[in-house]
């Protein structure tokens, strides 16, 4: 009876570890299962977005090159932006005054010089209005260095002129400079 009892009761231990083998196999088995969907799920997400990421990238370049290559486009551009700016370069010729100068010019002419529309406050203190007829005097100082300047630079390059004229006469044509030579006439 006792041999039973133990034939019994390893069998029952045996029994036991197998179905505990078993319940580890397969919760091993679900674990690795639930791990690979949700890597397949993953890879899918990231290539459903990649996908889309190219479609848009697909999509803005061919609206970028519809743009761009747009030959007509491009050339109505360029035709209106040098219309533009010889407008520009004629109106300061007649003027006579330089791109710089004729935009500020322009910006000066944009600002009203007249008395404010509707009621007005009496401007008192150090200012009293007086920010504008400022404004104007910087400019005018500004024009008159800038004009002294240029006639600066015309004076030296005038000089400058004269004395490589002068070094270039004084080479001698029978020196020992072979045909072809470069004469440095400001040294």
């Given at each position: 009876?006792?041999?039973?009892?133990?034939?019994?009761?390893?069998?029952?231990?045996?029994?036991?570890?197998?179905?505990?083998?078993?319940?580890?196999?397969?919760?091993?088995?679900?674990?690795?299962?639930?791990?690979?969907?949700?890597?397949?799920?993953?890879?899918?997400?990231?290539?459903?977005?990649?996908?889309?990421?190219?479609?848009?990238?697909?999509?803005?370049?061919?609206?970028?090159?519809?743009?761009?290559?747009?030959?007509?486009?491009?050339?109505?551009?360029?035709?209106?932006?040098?219309?533009?700016?010889?407008?520009?370069?004629?109106?300061?010729?007649?003027?006579?005054?330089?791109?710089?100068?004729?935009?500020?010019?322009?910006?000066?002419?944009?600002?009203?010089?007249?008395?404010?529309?509707?009621?007005?406050?009496?401007?008192?203190?150090?200012?009293?209005?007086?920010?504008?007829?400022?404004?104007?005097?910087a400019r005018d100082e500004r024009l008159a260095l800038r004009q002294e300047e240029d006639r600066d630079f015309s004076i030296q390059q005038q000089i400058d002129l004269r004395l490589a004229d002068d070094n270039v006469r004084e080479v001698t044509p029978n020196s020992d400079l072979p045909r072809g030579s470069i004469v440095d006439v400001f040294g």
């Open positions: 009876m006792r041999a039973r009892t133990e034939q019994r009761d390893a069998r029952t231990t045996l029994t036991n570890t197998r179905a505990n083998e078993v319940q580890q196999r397969n919760e091993i088995i679900t674990e690795d299962v639930r791990r690979r969907e949700n890597a397949i799920r993953l890879r899918r997400d990231d290539q459903e977005l990649e996908l889309e990421n190219s479609i848009t990238r697909y999509e803005q370049q061919l609206t970028s090159d519809r743009i761009s290559d747009d030959a007509a486009f491009r050339r109505l551009r360029d035709d209106l932006t040098t219309e533009l700016r010889d407008i520009r370069a004629d109106r300061a010729f007649v003027d006579g005054r330089t791109l710089s100068e004729f935009d500020e010019g322009l910006a000066l002419d944009q600002i009203d010089r007249g008395p404010a529309p509707g009621p007005t406050t009496e401007i008192t203190g150090p200012d009293a209005g007086g920010g504008f007829q400022d404004f104007l005097a």
